[in-house]
């Protein structure tokens, strides 16, 4: 029973190379979110989208774009990746945007590398 | 930003032992969330709490809203339960600019 789906579990891309992540949920959830975990950092919210075609940005949107065309599909983008955006990204979906009275789903993460 | 601080960073027991994992947070939540990462990334919610105690199996959360505090507790802990655990407060107010994480629990439990 696979609720919020990643399409890549590795992915290597080359410096300058324009990246796309995508995430897809089954939940009929409003919103969505890119996250990016690092080692002693934590996970830090990139961007997340509360509706078809919005967007807000989250503390460490520079670098990154996102495109929610359809409620289930939230897609991450680097637009030229860098060897700083070497990391493991986690897309998740929630009924709430603050995940109050309701919890995260998680995908099963994408581990990239910017070479 | 509001802080979520955890302890230890990280934590190596024998099988059987009984495990507290400690979360402290700086102002008003609105929400206290446990959750737990396996090796290979995907991350899992343990759970969801406001108040007082939740029980799941052999986990247990429990919140002290005073002190602006969260316990993980493992009864009988077990090999499979080596992962991350992570905390995340949602913050009165706060959207999803509001969650604010702790860096996790790196957890090992040896047979």
């Known amino acids: 029973d696979v609720k919020v789906t990643q399409s890549s579990r590795y992915l290597v891309k080359r410096t300058g190379e324009k990246v796309f992540l995508e995430c897809v949920q089954d939940?009929?959830?409003?919103?969505m979110f890119w996250y990016r975990q690092d080692p002693g950092l934590g996970l830090r919210l990139i961007y997340f989208?509360?509706?078809?075609?919005?967007?807000e940005k989250g503390d460490i949107p520079e670098g990154y774009s996102v495109s929610r065309e359809k409620k289930e599909r939230f897609s991450l983008i680097l637009e030229s990746a860098s060897t700083n955006q070497t990391s493991m990204y986690l897309c998740?979906?929630?009924?709430?945007?603050?995940?109050?009275?309701?919890?995260?789903?998680f995908g099963q993460g994408t581990r990239l590398t910017v070479v | 930003k509001n802080e979520v601080e955890q302890s230890p960073q990280n934590l190596t027991a024998q099988e059987g032992e009984f495990i507290t994992i400690n979360c402290s947070y700086s102002?008003?939540?609105?929400?206290l969330h446990w959750l737990q990462q396996h090796p290979g990334g995907g991350i899992v919610s343990l759970f969801m709490?406001?108040?007082g105690k939740k029980k799941h199996g052999r986990l247990i959360a429990t919140i002290n809203i005073q002190e602006k505090h969260s316990s993980l507790h493992i009864t009988a802990s077990h090999p499979r339960d080596s992962a991350v655990y992570i905390c995340?407060?949602?913050?009165?107010?706060?959207?999803?600019?509001?969650?604010?994480f702790g860096k996790g629990t790196h957890l090992i439990i040896q047979p």
């Open positions: 995340a407060a949602t913050y009165s107010g706060g959207g999803a600019d509001g969650l604010t």
């Open positions: 709490l406001s108040s």
């Open positions: 989208s509360y509706d078809v075609k919005m967007k």
């Open positions: 998740a979906s929630s009924l709430s945007t603050g995940w109050v009275n309701t919890e995260a789903f």
């Open positions: 102002v008003g939540i609105s929400a």
């Open positions: 939940m009929d959830h409003e919103n």
